[in-house]
């Protein structure tokens, strides 16, 4: 785990900071609208980390935040600071989620399924084009220009982007923004959405009831690293028990020991002994 940043020293790209600025609707409206170059007025409050699971005993997922306009349109934003080389996939899967709860059992009205962004913010080129933002949809590879139509649009955007063609100069100070989240850079931006959100992040920095929740949440999340170590430990321990007991069996059947015996002292089942 990195090391703790204090809350006045976060970023847009730390999760904690993005999810407290995105639970103001007029930040997420100015970002969606940075970001897709278009008005959109939103219908509902951000959700943010919101669960997403098809079932009780199916992978949960947290998207960082989730919101719907008044077009019907949903909109999952994630921030990813570090390059785990499934973004494309896990991306799949959180549109997969959404689309699942999008139409009640037995409905096959499927026009009727929303509209769907998924947007991911992070500080490097996932396609290392030099571009600060690559869109997704579905398209012909047989026919260029057609498009499937579904409804489903992925968004990659890349703060550290070179290549300014095709958007706009408020989407790279949005970008860089994110990575360097201070006065200077939104008064250089010359942007007033972008001031605004400084003005407001500036208050969630100061606030002594979210630095209580900061600290308590890094506090969680150190629990939460420190007991999958020691259960890693435990199953590792686990793990060079069962090694050793195979190694004694094989070393037994060469002595030519009858099986139930090996058994009996390995704790392996006799199947387990016949396959070494």
Not at 57 to 73: G, H, K, L, P
Not at 96 to 109: A, N, T, V
Request: aromatic letters at 6%; charged letters at 35%.
């Amino acid at each position: 785990m990195e090391k703790k940043k204090e809350l006045k020293d976060l970023n847009l790209l730390d999760r904690f900071l993005f999810a407290e600025a995105v639970e103001d609707p007029e930040i997420l409206q100015d970002m969606l609208e940075i970001i897709l170059g278009k008005d959109i007025v939103l219908k509902h409050l951000p959700q943010t980390e919101k669960e997403g699971r098809r079932a009780a005993w199916s992978r949960q997922i947290r998207m960082d935040v989730w919101a719907m306009d008044e077009n019907e349109t949903i909109y999952d934003a994630e921030v990813q600071k570090k390059n785990t080389h499934n973004l494309p996939r896990r991306t799949r899967l959180y549109n997969g989620l959404i689309d699942s709860k999008l139409l009640e059992s037995g409905d096959i009205e499927y026009n009727k399924m929303n509209d769907v962004y998924i947007i991911m913010i992070m500080p490097f080129d996932l396609f290392g084009l030099g571009l600060y933002r690559y869109t997704f949809r579905m398209a012909c590879q047989e026919v260029p220009g057609l498009e499937l139509d579904d409804g489903a649009t992925r968004i990659f955007l890349n703060t550290r982007g070179t290549d300014p063609a095709g958007i706009s100069q408020e989407l790279i100070a949005l970008l860089r923004y994110f990575e360097e989240t201070s006065k200077e850079v939104a008064e250089h931006s010359s942007s007033s959405r972008i001031l605004n959100m400084q003005e407001k992040i500036e208050q969630i920095r100061s606030s002594e009831e979210i630095g209580v929740k900061y600290m308590n949440a890094y506090e969680e999340r150190l629990l939460e690293l420190q007991e999958a170590r020691e259960e890693g430990l435990k199953e590792g321990r686990e793990d060079g028990q069962q090694k050793a007991y195979k190694e004694m069996a094989v070393e037994l059947k060469k002595l030519g020991r009858p099986l139930e015996e090996i058994s009996k002292v390995t704790k392996l089942s006799i199947e387990e002994i016949e396959a070494l």
